[in-house]
């Protein structure tokens, strides 16, 4: 198994993956969840109705700030400097949810997924706070990467 996988070696101890010798490329990724929430918090949401504020301003800051921050919170990340952070935060009315979707770019030796996993992950938990008082009982879904460019691995697009 620690063949495989890129951060064990061959004990399979965890380490950090030695990208010194690989090129610097355009890296891009995209990532997406969802917050789904009952229909008035739902239309608190979207007329900005909450007590803490915007919920899309707040989760956008706060995307954007958690994809500078991946390499300190994900351990063995390499800290990357992003030339982009894109941020949308879309409605969807059938499932009384908000969509988020990431995209994240750089030019360097390594993937940009991770700050975008971990980007969405940060703007849905800050809906989540954002609202709670009005539904604790929403739900946190479909975190997942939906594309990457860049890189010895290749592009990879999720099947829809």
Do not use: W
Request: proline fraction near 3%.
């Amino acid at each position: 198994m620690a063949d495989t996988l890129t951060h064990l070696d061959q004990q399979g101890q965890a380490r950090m993956v030695d990208v010194g010798a690989k090129p610097i490329t355009d890296r891009a990724a995209m990532a997406q969840g969802r917050v789904r929430m009952n229909a008035e918090t739902f239309r608190r949401a979207l007329e900005g109705d909450s007590k803490k504020g915007s919920v899309r301003a707040a989760a956008e800051f706060a995307a954007i700030m958690a994809a500078k921050r991946t390499a300190e919170l994900i351990p063995l990340c390499h800290p990357i400097a992003l030339s982009s952070v894109k941020v949308e935060i879309a409605p969807d009315e059938q499932h009384h949810a908000l969509v988020v979707t990431v995209r994240a770019k750089a030019t360097g030796q390594t993937g940009v997924e991770m700050e975008a996993l971990t980007a969405v992950s940060v703007a849905c938990l800050t809906i989540y706070d954002m609202l709670k008082a009005s539904d604790r009982a929403m739900v946190i879904e479909g975190i997942t990467l939906l594309e990457k460019s860049g890189g010895v691995s290749g592009d990879y697009r999720r099947a829809p």
